[in-house]
Every structure is written in C-alpha cells, then in structure tokens.
C-alpha cells in the first residue's frame, strides 16, 4: 500500500507593505527678537547695588549688636561669680568669731618625732619576727564549718 502524500498547500500571497510616510521636516525656530537700539537704564543697576550695600550694612550692624549683647551678658555673668566668690571669703573678724581664739587646726599636729638612727642599730639588723603558722591564724579566727580553710581565706580579711 502506497503512503499517502499531502496535496501541496497553495501559498498565500501576503500583502506588501505600505510604504513609509514621508517625515515631516522639523519646524525652523523662531528667529529672536531683534536688539533693541535704545539702551537699558543703568537705573536698575545703581538700585541692585544700593540694596546691596544696606543689606550688608544691615548685617554689619547686626552682627555688631550681637557681639555687644554677647560682651555684655559674659561681663554680668563675670560679676556675678566675682560677687559669690567674694561672699566665700572670710574675713579675720568672722574666722576669729567662727573659731575663737583657738591655734590653728592644720598646724596643731606639729611636725613628726623620729627616733635618731645610731650605727649600732644599724650594725645590729632587723630582729626576726616569726611568721604566723597555720595554726595560730586557725586559732585567731574560728572556723564555723569543719573543712580546710586556704591560707588565701585566712588572710585576705
């Protein structure tokens, strides 16, 4: 049995495409309006510039007056804490009512005695003084509960 074929498809013409539209050529700028012949007023000129002279003026002084409000306001300040460090400051008569007649406190100690090193102490050393055993400092700090103390825990109080 012979294969069966496929009867060939007619092809469709496809439709050609249409042709491009033409583009439209830019539109020319506008020319700029011509100079004009009459010269602009300086007027305008000399006005900016003396609105800008007595706003920097107005600054200057400003500035100023802040300056003065600031010298002022540290001077008071200064004067006050002149004025309670003043009030701090005894006077003979108020110490003497304060005190009384009594010597000075700072000076009643008076100066240290030291006993005059000789050659011979010198000559003889330090005297041995035994360290504390374990027991002793067993002895001089009872122990509540029944176990070894550390010689850390002994001395450390």
Do not use: H
């Amino acid at each position: 049995m012979p294969a069966p074929t496929a009867e060939p498809v007619p092809r469709i013409a496809e439709p050609a495409p249409a042709p491009p539209e033409p583009i439209a050529p830019a539109p020319l700028p506008e020319a700029p309006p011509a100079p004009s012949t009459t010269p602009k007023a300086t007027e305008s000129k000399a006005t900016d510039l003396v609105r800008t002279v007595k706003r920097t003026a107005a600054k200057v002084e400003q500035k100023m007056a802040q300056k003065q409000r600031m010298e002022e306001a540290n001077a008071a300040d200064k004067a006050r804490k002149e004025a309670a460090a003043a009030k701090k400051i005894m006077t003979k008569e108020q110490y003497d009512k304060l005190y009384g007649k009594q010597a000075n406190p700072a000076g009643k100690a008076g100066a240290t005695k030291i006993a005059r090193v000789d050659a011979e102490g010198i000559a003889g050393g330090v005297p041995a003084v035994p360290l504390p055993t374990r027991s002793a400092a067993l002895a001089a700090k009872p122990c509540r509960e029944r176990r070894p103390v550390s010689w850390r825990a002994i001395f450390r109080s």
